[in-house]
């Protein structure tokens, strides 16, 4: 079989959260946030954050990246599982950042 060559990283593509606020659902409700991030076949899902916290990530993720046309994916959920709710997490939004529209260090 044919194993093609490992494809060179040209770059790192750091992400890190630093706030994370969502607003209440009708009613009042709370949200809990729960993000997830895709690049390339490698994901990652942050910690939940509830809505009565302003959270400050400390953790930092870095991705080594091949090809500057594939996008980071960043999905939001709200969480029900942290409220012990027995249903699905809810789709809230979801943004692809290209890598080859940011700058250096941006």
């Known amino acids: 079989t044919y194993t093609p060559p490992p494809t060179a990283i040209v770059g ?8 994370c606020e969502l607003d ?3 009613g009042g409700a709370q949200r809990s946030a729960m ?3 895709k690049y390339a076949r490698h994901w990652v899902r942050l910690p939940t ?9 400390e ?7 091949t090809e500057v046309s594939e ?9 029900p599982q942290s409220r012990l709710i027995t249903s699905e997490p809810k789709f809230l939004g979801l943004t692809r950042i290209r890598p080859s529209c940011l700058g250096s260090n941006e």
């Open 35 to 37: 993000v997830v991030l």
């Open 12 to 19: 790192q593509l750091i992400f890190k959260v630093e706030y």
């Open 71 to 79: 996008p980071l994916t960043i999905a939001v959920f709200d969480d």
């Open 24 to 26: 209440p659902r009708a």
């Open 49 to 57: 954050v509830h809505s009565n916290e302003h959270a400050v990530f």
């Open 59 to 65: 953790q930092q993720f870095t991705f080594g990246v």
